[in-house]
């Protein structure tokens, strides 16, 4: 049986933090603020892959309340994800991800970006995609105030033994 679930996230753009997306560490003046690495478009993907396999979200299993998740890794949380979502006896599929961001220029990093999450999911690189738009400077992501991501994922049952 396939299923399909789908994640957004948004964080605040601040100074003085790192920019890091899907794992990678991207220059720029500005970084994301949250209590992890807000990671945004590992947030966006968790978000999928948990709706997919309907076992509530990121929120939930990682209380932004708890000391233990203060500046995490989010590619170690979506380790964790994975985990849960193999539990039910579910294996990712392929995933597909867009960041919604005017600055920096995203291009140059997205080859990474898949690799990164690739090899947390296990599964070919061709199988995870991750795009990037702006918005033509309208709106938070435009003014540069934030960054938001989506993404969707297909998930299949793994066979019995
Ligand atoms: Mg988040």
Aim: with cysteine; glycine share 10%; hydrophobic share 45%.
């Amino acid at each position: 049986m396939n299923r399909v679930g789908q994640g957004i996230d948004i964080h605040r753009l601040v100074e003085g933090r790192p920019l890091i997306l899907c794992g990678v560490n991207i220059p720029f003046e500005k970084g994301l603020l949250g209590h992890s690495d807000a990671d945004v478009a590992t947030h966006a993907l968790m978000d999928a892959l948990l709706g997919a396999a309907a076992l509530g979200d990121i929120g939930e299993l990682f209380p932004d309340a708890e000391d233990a998740y203060r500046g995490a890794d989010s590619l170690v949380l979506l380790e964790e994800v994975i985990k849960r979502v193999a539990l039910e006896g579910y294996s990712p599929v392929n995933v597909d991800v867009t960041i919604v961001a005017q600055r920096p220029k995203l291009r140059p990093y997205i080859d990474l970006m898949r690799q990164n999450i690739a090899d947390v999911l296990g599964l070919p690189v061709q199988a995870v995609s991750v795009k990037a738009t702006t918005t033509e400077g309208m709106g938070f992501e435009g003014e540069e105030l934030g960054m938001s991501a989506q993404a969707i994922c297909l998930i299949k049952k793994k066979k019995c033994e």
